[in-house]
Each structure stands twice: as structure tokens, then as C-alpha cells.
């Protein structure tokens, strides 16, 4: 009894390693392979056997940009769970990119309009950069950004109600006396009147002590109870322009204001 020994080929026909296939069987390969379903525990194995080279330092097989921008292509809106979402924001967190990455980003977005953030976001984002110190540069240019953007009458409009509602100036505001600052003074108040004030402060804003001839302009003659109608003199004081629009200088005129004026 003599056995045959038949000849077996091995399933990768004995060759061992990386194989070097044509761009054919490359596609070949890559048709049948696309839409594959593998089941959780080769998944798992996979994950674990790339994880591994990762962490042995040795990097993958070299992928030329081409395949790389294929691979991103193919990635691009591929659903990913809230769990993979939080753990590539924990590996992104404190990355950097370089300014040739920032560059490119930012050509990518260029012409896209962004989602509107949801009022949950935005105080997320809001929380985020308070108090962060920016640069002269990015101050600058934020700046010609905004500068810009007032030029627009629909924002400029939308952007003073915006620090309306949140500032409280006008009538919101706890200090609102009815408009007042815009109306007209009074016959009065009249430029002798205001004359004889400066000449009794010497010409000196009672503040800083500033001389009107060191000035560009008269000095001020203030209210200090900020009632336009009341002219008596003990209410009239000489302020240089830029002590007159500070708070904390008017408020002390009105604190010292003398009890005995009408
Ligand atoms: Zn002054």
C-alpha cells in the first residue's frame, strides 16, 4: 500500500511577510473587503493588534499622502458615538496645531457657514475664555474684525440693544434720571454764568487742578446734583473734560455737594 502524497498548496501559497500585490488585486482586495462585517471579537483583536504597534513605538506601514487623504476622505462623516466623541476630545485636549495646520484649517472652513451654536454651547464657550489674556496681535485683529463689523447698520443696531439688555444703560440702568444728559440746558446757564465759575475755580479743573490754558478746549462747568435747572453756584464747578466723565469724580461733587444749596 503505497500513499499518494499529494502536493498541498498553503493558502498564501507558502510566501510569508507584507506582500507586494498589483494596484489590480489591490482593488480586487479593497472591493471585497469594503462593507465587510466583523464580528466584536476580531474587531476587538484589531483594535488590540494596531494599539500594539502604537505602543511599541514602531509606527505603522509608511502611508503616502495619497492613501492618507484617502483614508481621511473615507473617515469624513462616518457616525461616531458620544463615548469615541469624549475620548478624542480628552486626546485632543492641550494640542496645538502648527501654523501650517491652522492654515489649512482654517482654508477648509473658509465659505462654510458654521452650525448656529445652541445657547448651551455658547455658554460653554463663554465660560471657557473668560479672563483668558489674549495677544496684542489676536487683540488687534479682533479688533479690525469688530471695527468691520460696525460698519454694518443691522449689527450695529442689534449689538447696542445686545448691551442694552445686559449692561442696563438707559432706562434700565439704576441711575437713569429720564434722559436728562440729552436734554437742552436751560437760558440760564448761560456763558457768563459759566464764565464767573471758572474765574471763581481760577481756571483749574477742581479735580486735577489742570489749567484751562494747558487745555485744548474750556474747562467744563458741572452740575453736581446733575440737575441742569438748579444754577445756584455752590451747584457749579469747573471740570476739565476728562475728569467730567468719571463717575467716581462726579459722585464725589455730589456727596460734598453744601447742604445749605437749594
Ligand atoms: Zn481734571
Known amino acids: 500500500m503505497t500513499t499518494v502524497q499529494v502536493p498541498r498548496t498553503a493558502w498564501n501559497k507558502g510566501k510569508t511577510g507584507l506582500q507586494h500585490h498589483s494596484l489590480e488585486t489591490r482593488t480586487k482586495i479593497s472591493s471585497k473587503l469594503k462593507g465587510m462585517k466583523r464580528s466584536p471579537e476580531t474587531r476587538a483583536k484589531m483594535s488590540k493588534a494596531v494599539a500594539e504597534v502604537w505602543r511599541s513605538g514602531k509606527r505603522p506601514r509608511f502611508r503616502s499622502i495619497e492613501t492618507r487623504a484617502k483614508v481621511s476622505r473615507s473617515l469624513i462623516g462616518r457616525p461616531v458615538s458620544a463615548e469615541t466623541r469624549h475620548k478624542m476630545s480628552l486626546a485632543r485636549m492641550g494640542w496645538k496645531p502648527s501654523i501650517e495646520t491652522r492654515v489649512k484649517m482654517s482654508m477648509l472652513r473658509k465659505g462654510k457657514s458654521r ?31 469688530i471695527k468691520e463689523k460696525w460698519q454694518d447698520p443691522n449689527y450695529r443696531e442689534k449689538m447696542v440693544q445686545h448691551l442694552r439688555s445686559i ?39 477742581q479735580w486735577c487742578g489742570t489749567a484751562q490754558s494747558e487745555l ?42 453744601p447742604i445749605i444749596s437749594n
Do not use: M
Not at 119 to 139: D, L, Q
Open 167 to 205: 449692561r442696563k444703560c438707559g432706562p434700565l440702568h439704576h441711575a437713569w434720571k429720564g434722559g436728562i444728559s440729552h436734554k437742552p440746558y436751560p437760558p440760564q446757564f448761560t456763558r457768563r454764568l459759566r464764565d464767573s465759575i471758572r474765574k471763581r475755580d481760577q481756571y483749574r479743573c
Open 115 to 145: 452650525k448656529a451654536l445652541t445657547s448651551e454651547t455658547k455658554a460653554r464657550i463663554s465660560r471657557a475664555t473668560k479672563g483668558k489674556k489674549r495677544s496684542f496681535v489676536t487683540r488687534l485683529s479682533l479688533s479690525r474684525i
Open 216 to 257: 485744548q478746549r474750556r474747562l467744563h462747568v458741572h452740575h453736581r446734583d446733575s440737575n441742569k435747572e438748579n444754577n445756584n453756584l455752590d451747584n457749579l464747578i469747573s471740570l476739565c473734560y476728562s475728569c467730567h466723565h468719571k463717575k467716581d469724580v462726579q459722585a464725589y461733587f455730589y456727596r460734598t455737594l
